[in-house]
């Protein structure tokens, strides 16, 4: 039994546990890795100005709202399967009053929207919890329009010890001994329980139909990009 990827996997403890440490976390760093990603999605994606995107697995919201910000005329929508963090992500967006914004409850494997209804979908930072990353990822195929693209960014299973406890330190979440958040984010977010490396989550873009898949490493941080086309 997987238990790191059924805790993952489970919507009450991302409602009642770890829901509300990952957003302070998140807000925390919302000013350096946040727009560093906000600045790998524009550079690789492009979308156009008046885009229709949707953000899988929005969590507390950030990333949805900074592309809103980014993209005024564009329609961003976010859904995660946290009920909690989806009224996290609207209180967020009260505050930053991006109009163009909205949040909803939906899972990655049955997505809650039409064929063909956005130009670019994005995900951070969930991938590798989706029960079942193939359905979750040829669901996005299924909503992109023809020639839309996806641009997901997840933990890397294959980093470095180096790479990870660089990282580790860099967004140490406040009261935890470093050497606990060390352990914390090497066994449960890099660890291979959950993390995936890039080569099979292209292996599984491949087979969820895409015409054109791309994955590599991040620079600096222990992430990869996965980069599809429609």
């Known amino acids: 039994m997987n238990i790191p990827r059924r805790l993952a996997n489970s919507r009450l403890f991302w409602d009642y546990v770890m829901g509300p440490s990952y957003n302070r976390h998140v807000l925390k760093i919302e000013r350096d890795l946040y727009s560093f990603l906000i600045d790998v999605i524009d550079e690789r ?24 910000e980014k993209y005024p005329h564009a329609r961003v929508v976010g859904i995660d399967f946290s009920p909690r963090q989806v009224r996290t992500a609207n209180r967020l967006l009260s505050r930053r009053q991006a109009g163009n914004c909205s949040f909803h409850v939906g899972n990655a494997d049955d997505l809650p929207h039409e064929d063909n209804s956005f130009d670019l979908v994005v995900s951070t930072f ?6 079942d990353i193939k359905r979750g990822l040829a669901e996005i195929r299924r909503v992109l329009a023809c020639g839309g693209k996806a641009c997901i960014i ?36 890099f660890g ?19 015409s054109s898949v791309a994955a590599e490493k991040l620079p600096g941080i222990p992430f990869f990009i996965l980069e599809l086309l429609k």
């Open 126 to 131: 969930s991938l590798s919890s989706w029960p």
């Open 192 to 210: 291979p329980a959950i993390a995936i490396t890039n080569h099979k989550a292209a292996t599984l873009a491949e087979n969820a139909g895409f």
């Open 154 to 189: 997840d933990a890397d299973s294959s980093a470095t010890e180096e790479e990870i406890r660089l990282f580790a330190r860099a967004y140490a979440s406040t009261g935890i001994n470093r050497y606990v958040n060390e352990w914390i984010t090497r066994r449960l977010v």
């Open 45 to 68: 994606c492009a979308p156009p100005e008046n885009a229709r995107i949707l953000d899988v697995g929005s969590g507390p919201g950030l990333l949805a709202a900074m592309l809103a």
